[in-house]
């Protein structure tokens, strides 16, 4: 770990940890802490998704507020005014959904490198030297960590489970890739990545949206063991099979680019 954070910090890159929060304000305290213990260069992007349950007022009082939803849409990638030493909070005035709070942190990125970080515990910030390896040193443009790889604690839910297999499955079959874990939380990009790409979706299907077009414009894709402690639907736990009916659509919609 600490090989690879003389590394980031002597090629002077900035990682830029884009966070999507919609109502977690048990874990958020705890989340931030963690990420700001990762000794590398970084800028935290946390995007509130509408949040009502008291995680807005929380993070406005802590660390102010920065660019609204309607501000940060019209700006382009890396347009940000953000302390890279210090954290950013954006605000969307409703919930829109995971994949609208992703782009918001993603318009605003600084960094030469972009890593998604879910706000509830379920990931570790211990895992960041295996995801930024492989970019660290040039063997990827992307980084999946996979919890089919690493130490899983606790138990998945079942329909969780099953559809993450089927639309791993499906995603491959569609592009060619060898994945274990398309629904990971980790996600870590190469900022050309994020620029060369046009999002559109705003649910959780923009993580299918997101690996489609990855594989369309030939970036290079690799996974890496993580580690996982997933959570039951009583402890926030927020995406269901509405959400799986939405992705095979999306999964349609860009394995057939008109």
């Known amino acids: 770990m600490e090989k690879l954070e003389n590394t980031i910090n002597q090629k002077n890159q900035l990682v830029s940890i884009v966070i999507p929060v919609y109502n977690e ?3 958020i305290e705890t989340i931030v802490c963690r990420v700001q213990n990762v000794k590398i260069s970084k800028e935290l992007i946390i995007v509130d998704d ?12 802590e660390f102010g507020q920065g660019t609204s939803d309607e501000e ?17 909070v954006l605000t969307h005035q409703r919930n829109q959904g995971k994949g609208a709070a992703l782009k918001t942190g993603f ?5 030469s490198i972009v890593l998604v970080q879910d706000a509830d515990l379920e990931y570790s910030p211990d895992d960041y030297h295996r995801l930024l390896e492989p970019v660290m040193t040039g063997r ?15 138990n998945w839910l079942l329909v969780s489970y099953l559809g993450n297999k089927i639309f791993t499955a499906l995603t491959n079959a569609a592009t060619g890739l060898s994945l274990t874990d398309v629904w990971t939380g980790y ?7 994020l620029t060369d790409i046009s999002l559109e979706e705003s649910g959780f299907d923009l993580e299918l949206e997101l ?5 369309q414009k030939n970036w290079r894709v690799t996974e890496v063991p993580i580690s996982y402690l997933p959570r ?8 269901g099979w509405r959400d799986g009916l939405q992705s095979i659509k999306t999964l349609y919609r860009y394995s057939h680019p008109s």
């Open 72 to 88: 940060a849409s019209q700006k382009e990638l890396g347009e940000s005014g953000a302390d890279s030493s210090g954290v950013r």
């Open 140 to 154: 990827a443009d992307v980084v999946y960590g996979s919890r089919f790889l690493g130490a899983r604690k606790g």
């Open 211 to 215: 690996t489609l077009k990855v594989a």
């Open 50 to 61: 509408g949040s009502t349950d008291g995680t807005r007022e929380w993070l406005i009082e």
């Open 187 to 193: 996600k870590v990009f190469k900022r050309e990545v």
């Open 25 to 27: 304000r048990k874990t």
């Open 232 to 239: 039951s639907k009583a402890e926030g736990k927020k995406i």
């Open 107 to 111: 318009l605003c990125a600084k960094g």
